[in-house]
């Protein structure tokens, strides 16, 4: 008996010695351990031997049982390590292709100018706020004055949704939104950038969709000196510590008095160029102290209360700094013009 268990111990080894795959492996341990193999035959007749060799052939059953199970759990592991070794070695991948060259995107043009402007801004004290590029025609027009009448609506046409819808031709009505939603009535410095449309023809100067920044302070004892001061900080800001600005008397109905600035030209030095069109001067914004019907119409008592307010096109600043000749270039999206702004970050 004891020799007959040596003899399975044996030949199993062997057996499982030689195979190759999972497949065989389980048939191996099915033909020597399995419920119909030699060993539990063995096992089972057992009881009928006599004490002693009841004994030996339990200790060397046992010893057996060990052995194949140890070398059933071996050869399964060397196994499977093999077949990942296999599988690693045919996934090679080959690293020595060159990749395909990733382009690394830049700021658009406008986003370096409003940040710039964003920056200058909230380093004064002002809040940052946003307003809705679907507007009423009540916030739009009207509140700031201009009422439905009003001749001054025709430069800023735009797209109306409804009649009492449309995008907002200018970024104005977020002084109206703002002054009625500042529920105690108190100072504020704000200004607002954003997208806006007119219903222009579209050429080399002229977008039925641009942006600008609007800016508004409100408070007691606010003067045009004060926003003469403000706006002197922005265009040195922009176009360069020696710059002189200068007010030239305009018209918008939400202002009084109202203003155009001009900058005196960065290119050169206000002697006359084609930039500035031989005048030194280039137009930058338009501005003025708040009309004091605009405040009431918003809550704010006039009599107590001054402020002034601008609005200035960010492409029209982008394309003095840089150079850009044509505004459809800000919107055509060719990565052989915005690959020129923004190179620090490249
Ligand atoms: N909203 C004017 C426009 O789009 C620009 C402007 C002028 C804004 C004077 C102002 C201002 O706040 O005071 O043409």
Redesign the pocket.
């Known amino acids: 008996m004891v020799e007959k268990l040596e003899k399975i111990k044996s030949e199993a080894l062997k057996a499982i010695n030689d195979c190759l795959n999972e497949v065989d492996l389980n048939n191996i341990k099915s033909k020597y351990m399995g419920k119909k193999s030699e060993f539990t035959e063995i096992m089972a007749g057992m009881a009928k031997l006599l004490q002693e060799e009841k004994k030996n052939v339990g200790i060397k059953s046992n010893e057996v049982r060990t052995a194949i199970s140890e070398a059933l759990d071996e050869r399964l592991k060397s196994i499977k390590a093999e077949s990942l070794n296999k599988k690693l070695e045919q996934d090679k991948i080959d690293i020595s292709l060159p990749s395909k060259k990733v382009r690394m995107g830049t700021r658009h043009p406008l986003t370096i100018v409003r940040e710039e402007i964003e920056d200058l801004f909230i380093s004064m004290g002002y809040d940052v706020v946003d307003g809705p590029e679907i507007e009423t025609d009540n916030y739009a027009f009207e509140m700031l004055n201009l009422p439905k009448s009003h001749p001054a609506r025709d ?2 046409d735009s797209f109306y949704i409804t009649e009492e819808m449309l995008l907002r ?4 009505p977020v ?1 109206i939104r703002s002054m009625l939603a500042n529920e105690e009535k108190k100072p504020f410095k704000l200004i607002c950038p954003g997208k ?1 449309y007119r219903r222009d023809d579209d050429d080399a100067t002229h977008s039925h969709q641009f942006s ?1 920044i ?3 302070v409100v408070g007691e004892n606010i003067s045009l000196s004060d926003l003469k001061g403000t706006l002197e900080v922005f265009a040195r800001k922009m176009f360069g510590r020696s710059r002189e600005i200068r007010f030239r008397s305009s018209f ?1 109905p ?2 009084e008095p ?1 203003y155009e600035v001009d900058v005196s030209c960065f290119n050169c030095d206000s002697k006359g160029c084609n930039i500035c069109k031989g005048t030194g001067w280039i137009e930058i ?4 102290m ?1 009309h004091p019907n605009v405040l009431e119409n918003c809550g704010f008592d006039h009599t107590k209360y001054q402020g ?6 960010i492409e029209r600043v982008a394309s003095l700094k840089y150079g850009v000749n044509n505004i459809r270039d800000y919107f055509t999206n060719d990565y052989r013009f915005l690959s020129n702004f923004d190179r620090k970050e490249m």
């Open positions: 430069a800023q031709p200018h970024t104005s002084q806006t600008q609007e800016g508004l918008f939400f202002t109202s914004l338009g501005c003025g708040v002034f307010a601008f609005g200035v096109g």
